[in-house]
């Protein structure tokens, strides 16, 4: 065997080693020998690596019954350590993320919304130094920066192709901010970031195909695969807001005729409601309907019916086990949900899909994302070497 | 490095190897090397041990400028064999695939509809021996059987839950199957098998995400990613022609209302038709509207548009590279594709998809289902050892 392969060889043992101390800490070398079949030799020379390396650390676990003593090891959750950023419209939110998905530090910054892609970057570029400095981050721990905003992303290139609620069009973000702070910088939706760590670390962990669906400004969805993001051709997948449901309906804002979301998103309703009378919010709408005004009572109805066939539709297409509830409706309107289950249960989902599945919230809120983003940016660019 | 660390890395070493020469023939010892990494002796060493076992050949290649002759391998396709069988109402197909995914042998076989699942699985068995006999076909080369059928499948448990067409329930075929023959036995839904087909030796070839759309029937979809069938929790990833496109639509098959399907399927237009008069086939109603009859005229066209929907809708959500057509629809009257893709490209697929997929219709036809069975056996049993 000659050295290529042994070098190949001895990498593969050492991710090896480091998830099986990530998944089943507290654990001894006696143990990772054992499940793995490597030579107490191999496990011990890489444990040392690890540890030299501050990703590992021993500690004594005393067992219950007989007293004995063993040597254990764990991750040290900062060993590894990413930038996770939420942007949006109104506002971006800066977290530190350890190698867990547990954010270890976060922040809320104002954005104007008419604001140049430049300024909001070099913002961003110059708050995320400062927060680096303060919190005392050692940089070399940094594996990146991952970016999440509402929008169509090429991930690959790095660049927000268009984003109706930035105004950005043809943004190369992850160039320009990795210019501007020297980190390594990913971007993508902020729908598929948000499952990425609602799989990992909230609502649907232990899935291993979780669909994420947004109710908010638009309507959509994204699915994680054993842990990976499934992106389709040109990150596009998901995209269930434009599939069609009636070739004469409402027109869409894409320009095509009765796009799903025309149902169900927000402006649609106000738009809607305006015929009868002048509304600003959802929250309007809601209070209408609570005190029994039939126009608001229709359009929520209208707007829930077509949510529980948004979740057929999903299950249909892509067969998850669970399914993640988000979005603007979700959040501010809990009380909803059960509406939903009820219409998914009685009327709307699919016979053979009925038990095949479990539906939750979402679990992380408004930290969604930031932890989406910086999972992303471990996945992307952390190395052991 | 003990024992089982070696182990692991020949077994490594050898499928890379074997790959290699799969898809690369004709290629040298030396290039392999090149390419991997690997030593000129490990090289040798595994091609040795593959030439023994019958899976490679040695040839050689002449170069045409300086005439240099240089030694040269190729794969001995038939060194590994499946059966690839396609069960339907009226019939069955039993076929012998190679590693490639080339039909060696094939043919067709009636069945009564009214049969037994117990007799048609023992006709298989009987008929599957008797070609395998007169072919003479080395059972050891067999890696197992696939098969591929209508209907809702459970391919871990190898049981048919339910097809309509067969009229069974609960068929264990793939346990009794293997009972009678010996044989390890595979079994999925015939659009799955049929994407696999065409992803690896069809028309989607050179393609990362296929997904294959089935008019005729019933309405389905199935998707490929990098190779591998997309299953989802309980195998019913792609019931595309379930998802609900009106709340308040007409009834499907399945009990639920306004299905995708009720607009497309044969016996939804059938049935329609038979408000005007009494129709018997697709072919009458085509020829009704050939002729300029209205009812005709409406019942195909809005057909047609639901099918562009169908399209636009698997793009949304899987956003693959690829879209295969097939069915009944496409495959007696080929002349409707020309239709559908104007509807998709002047209609109904959004913007943001349209140059992301090309469009084609099933390239393996009648053999589709036994190729792609043939080639789920060999995924699922095919081991280098």
């Given amino acids: 065997m000659k050295k290529h392969d042994q070098d190949f060889m001895r990498r593969q043992n050492k991710i090896t080693v480091y998830e099986m101390i990530k998944n089943f800490s507290p654990i001894s ?3 990772i020998a054992k499940r793995t079949g490597m030579s107490a030799t191999t496990v011990s020379r890489i444990v040392g690596e690890l540890s030299e390396n501050g990703h590992v650390s021993e500690f004594d676990q005393v067992s219950a019954g007989l007293g004995r003593k063993a040597t254990m090891l764990k991750l040290i959750e900062t060993s ?4 996770g950023i939420e942007l949006d419209k109104y506002q971006f939110k800066i977290g530190i993320v350890d190698v867990n998905g547990a954010l270890v530090y976060s922040s809320d910054h104002k954005r104007l919304p008419q604001e140049s892609a430049d300024t909001t970057i070099s913002n961003i570029a110059r708050l995320l130094q400062q927060i680096v400095d303060l919190e005392g981050v050692n940089p070399s721990r ?6 999440g905003l509402p929008g169509i992303v090429d991930s690959e290139r790095g660049e927000v192709v268009f984003s109706v609620q930035l105004g950005w069009k043809n943004v190369n973000i992850a160039k320009r901010l990795s210019a501007l702070t020297g980190y390594k910088v990913a971007v993508d939706n902020e729908l598929k970031v948000r499952a990425l760590a609602e799989h990992i670390r909230g609502a649907a962990s232990g899935s291993k195909r979780t669909a994420l669906i947004g109710f908010g400004t638009g309507v959509g969805s994204a ?8 992106r389709g051709e040109s990150n596009s997948a998901g995209e269930i807001g434009h599939i069609t449901i009636d070739p004469n309906g409402a027109l869409c804002e894409c320009g095509k005729a009765g796009c799903l979301q025309t149902y169900i998103i927000t402006s649609s309703l106000l738009n809607e409601a305006g015929k009868i009378r002048k509304v600003a919010s959802l929250d309007e709408i809601f209070e209408a309907r609570q005190s029994g005004e039939l126009w608001a009572v229709q359009l929520i109805e209208r707007a829930l019916t077509y949510m529980a066939i948004t979740i057929n539709n999903v299950l249909c297409v892509y067969n998850p086990d669970m399914i993640i509830l988000s979005g603007e409706w979700i959040e501010r309107f809990p009380e909803i949900r ?3 289950e009820e219409l998914c249960s009685n009327r709307f989902v699919w016979e053979p899909l009925r038990n095949t599945y479990g539906l939750q919230c979402t679990s992380l809120g408004g930290e969604g994302v930031m932890i989406g983003s910086g999972l992303l940016a471990q996945t992307c660019f952390f190395t052991l070497e």
């Fill in 338 to 340: 059960h509406e939903i």
């Fill in 142 to 147: 940094v594996a990146g920066i991952g970016i």
């Fill in 223 to 230: 699915l994680i695969i054993e842990g990976n993001i499934y």
């Fill in 29 to 31: 070398r006696a143990m």
């Fill in 80 to 83: 590894v350590l990413s930038i």
